[in-house]
């Protein structure tokens, strides 16, 4: 393990995690009963019970993933939006995620002149969209996590301006990037999925987290998980930390513990609001990570809506250290202009969430981090990486 670990810091940023899914020919029925492979295009099925994933052939490996959304249903006709940016009730169902076998660690591979263009031997993409009943996906999550050693499961939730189906890539990017064996799970709430409707966006959350309180309430309570790993990015950790919060509160001692690790990644929620629930949020005893930046200016945008309240992902003026949480500064990782998406798209840090996943190893232990101390306690950051730091 400690070589594998000091590998995907060090070499060559490619991700080598274990390939979950069939090595069988892409071309063929899928588990939903629809044609797929080069050139069939994405479909979305209902399904009649929760069959299997599609085979691989093309040089790449397919990953199911489970999910929840109360975004309207559009059918295939508008496809590629099998789920569109308005309301609706509770919907269930499986998403398949091709991935390509030379897939580089935290890209999301995409061919630069259009979906047209998508092949599984190049391209991350989305293959298959499912719908089934609650009962149905919760027996399917539930299959798939009898049969991983760790009966582990993975729960991401997305932030602002994010679709459904890069919702389901990048639920399928973290999964393989992490090496993760368990059940890849998401919920997808309404977000507009444009730059100017963040306001729309903060509504939208706010009205989904009764239904996203419930999924994960049947995530933790009925599909048999020991240990749960929930992820969410920006806007994405109000409806997650509300959510859970209240289910660490109605839940017992022993269903509580089957938290395996809560990361909070460049969440937008304002200290004080953070700081209502952040005592329910460590109350389990499972490790609480916060990944935070100075430079993170979508951040930046939103303290200066909320009337200048800092946010708990920005390290640029204050930075949240608190007892049973420890906060990653990445200020230092390399980061696209907007400086937001770092948890999925900077090698450092999907190395240092790997650790996470893979191990028992807290902040002080991992030999990625150096420790900053300040009269108020301390944080982390990263060290020089040679793998694109």
């Not at 999925?193 to 509504?203: I, N, R």
């Amino acid at each position: 393990m400690v070589i594998l670990l000091g590998a995907l810091a060090l070499a060559g940023c490619k991700s080598f995690s274990k390939e979950t899914a069939s090595d069988k020919p892409l071309v063929g029925v899928g588990g939903s009963g629809v044609l797929v492979g080069l050139g069939a295009g994405t479909q979305t099925q209902v399904l009649g019970a929760v069959g299997s994933p599609p085979v691989a052939l093309f040089d790449n490996v397919v990953i199911r993933t489970y999910f929840a959304t109360n975004r309207n249903q559009t059918g295939p006709s508008k496809s590629p939006a099998f789920f569109g940016n308005q309301e609706a009730g509770l919907s269930y169902g499986v998403a398949d995620v091709s991935i390509p076998r030379d897939h580089r660690l935290t890209e999301m591979e995409a061919p630069f002149l259009g979906k047209w263009f998508e092949t599984p031997k190049r391209h991350l993409m989305l293959l298959d969209v499912s719908t089934a009943s609650r009962d149905q996906v919760i027996a399917a999550i539930r299959e798939k996590v009898s049969s991983t050693k760790g009966k582990s499961a993975l729960v991401f939730i997305h932030g602002y301006n994010v679709s459904f189906e890069d919702t389901a890539r990048r639920t399928a990017q973290l999964s393989y990037d992490l090496g993760f064996e368990g059940a890849p799970i998401f919920y997808s709430w309404p977000s507009q999925h444009e730059l100017l409707s963040y306001g729309d966006d903060e509504k939208l959350i706010e009205r989904a987290k009764p239904s996203m309180k419930s999924f994960l309430a049947d995530v933790w309570r009925q599909t048999d998980a020991q240990n749960i790993y929930f992820v969410a990015h920006s806007m994405g950790n109000r409806g997650l930390t509300s959510a859970l919060a209240e289910l660490v509160k109605e839940n017992d001692t022993q269903t509580n513990a089957r938290m395996r690790r809560l990361i909070l990644t460049a969440p937008d929620i304002d200290h004080a609001a953070f700081d209502k629930i952040r005592e329910a949020l460590v109350s389990t005893g499972a490790p609480v990570t916060l990944y935070a930046a100075s430079n993170d200016n979508a951040l930046w945008f939103s303290k200066r809506l909320h009337e200048e309240s800092d946010r708990v992902g920005s390290t640029s003026r204050k930075i949240m250290i608190s007892q049973g949480i420890e906060t990653i500064d990445a200020s230092d990782v390399k980061n696209d202009l907007i400086g937001h998406s770092y948890y999925a798209e900077n090698s450092s840090v999907v190395a240092d969430m790997f650790y996470l996943f893979q191990t028992d190893l807290r902040a002080q232990q991992r030999f990625n981090l150096k420790p900053i101390s300040t009269s108020d306690g301390t944080y982390w950051k990263f060290k020089p990486m040679i793998c694109r730091p």
